[in-house]
């Protein structure tokens, strides 16, 4: 009997069969202790010896049982353990991480080409006084270039062409303010705070109140650049719009030029670049527009330096300017069909752009 339990107890692979071992051996009615039970029956002279005999494989299933138990119980815990078990050396799960809009990128690309030329970047208001806005870009409030930029007034002036009715009579009172129709507002900023030579490009938000579609925001952005010198030419203006195209779409890339109008330049031009798109896409992409800066803009600018108590540098002075719509670089380069997309914070167009900053 001590061998086979000894042999139950070995087999026992679980706390649960040793429970049930230790029962059928030496519970209350086990084996074992049903032999001691007995004891009584025996003759007086067997009883010591078979006694002793007992005990003695009691004690050997005993110390079998606690030493398997222990065993059991130290596997049990190995086995919890190893569960639980997490390894600190595995590499974290990556945070959700934001992007670059696909404008700053655009913008990034424009102002990274522009730098390596030479030049500043300035920022201003998106709030602006008619004043700069329009009055010192050779658009003074009858003049119908206002209408080609419809622009949203802020309600305290209201009335951008409520001057009085006659060209040349005296404008109205206030100021009147508005969300700036393009960058040009930082052609004069930046030229009351600097002296010529200079090279500016400014980014930014502009606004225009129309009716939107795939190609039309209310808000959208530019990127303007100036220039002033002694000696700035057109072809100064041509040559570098053709290094941004270059900049932008490689060594392939073609400018053209064609003749429009803009108050603030003389002559003034759009301006569209043709590159080999290896997709065999290649068009035309109309980008913006520019132009030799008009003698008026610079006696404007002299004008409001000498208010500021600043000396009159302009005139006299040449310069080219010129003003492009990032979202077209971007509608292109990143396949969006249409502008809305940039502005609606749809995560399903945005979260294509996380992740990678650059
Ligand atoms: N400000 C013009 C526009 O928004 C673009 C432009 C800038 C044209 C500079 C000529 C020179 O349409």
């Known amino acids: 009997m001590q061998q086979e339990a000894l042999q139950e107890i070995r087999d026992a692979s679980t706390l649960d069969a040793l429970q049930a071992v230790k029962t059928r051996y030496v519970g209350k009615s086990g084996l074992v202790t049903r032999e001691l039970g007995s004891l009584g029956k025996l003759p007086p002279e067997e009883r010591k010896a078979r006694g002793a005999e007992i005990n003695a494989i009691r004690q050997a299933i005993d110390t079998a049982l606690t030493e398997r ?4 119980k130290r596997e049990a815990l190995d086995q919890k353990l190893a569960s639980e078990a997490i390894d600190v050396t595995l590499p974290g799960l990556p945070l959700p991480a934001g992007g670059l809009h696909p404008i700053s990128r655009v913008y990034d690309d424009l102002i990274a080409i522009y730098q390596r030329m030479g030049y500043e970047v300035a920022e201003g208001p998106e709030v602006e006084d008619e004043h700069y806005n329009f ?40 100021v009147p303010r508005l969300l700036r129709t393009h960058t040009s507002n930082m052609q004069i900023r930046y030229m009351i705070d600097h002296e010529p030579p200079l090279k500016m490009v400014s980014r930014g938000k502009v606004y225009r109140y129309e009716a939107t579609d795939a190609t039309h925001e209310s808000m959208f952005h530019q990127l303007e650049g100036l220039v002033v010198g002694p000696n700035i030419s057109m072809s100064d203006l041509k040559g570098t719009i053709a290094e941004m195209a270059r900049g932008l779409y490689g060594p392939s890339a073609k400018v053209r030029f064609q003749p429009s109008y803009y108050p603030f330049v003389e002559p003034g031009a759009d301006f569209a670049v043709y ?50 719509g990032p979202e077209r670089i971007a509608m292109l380069k990143y396949k969006i069909p249409d502008i809305r997309y940039f502005y609606a914070n749809d995560p399903r167009v945005l979260g294509q752009f996380r992740g990678e900053l650059g």
């Open 135 to 174: 009055e010192a870009l050779n658009i003074p409030w009858y003049h119908p270039a206002r209408d080609l930029q419809d622009t949203f007034w802020l309600e305290e002036s209201s009335t951008g062409l409520n001057g009085p009715s006659e060209p040349g009579a005296a404008p109205a009172p206030s």
């Open 69 to 72: 138990e222990s065993v059991l």
């Open 275 to 324: 590159w080999d798109n290896p997709r065999g896409e290649s068009k035309w992409l109309e980008l913006g527009g520019c132009g030799m800066v008009h003698p008026n803009v610079f006696k404007a600018v002299d004008d409001l330096r000498e208010q500021a108590g600043k000396e009159r540098v302009y005139e006299g002075m040449t310069g080219f300017a010129f003003g492009l």
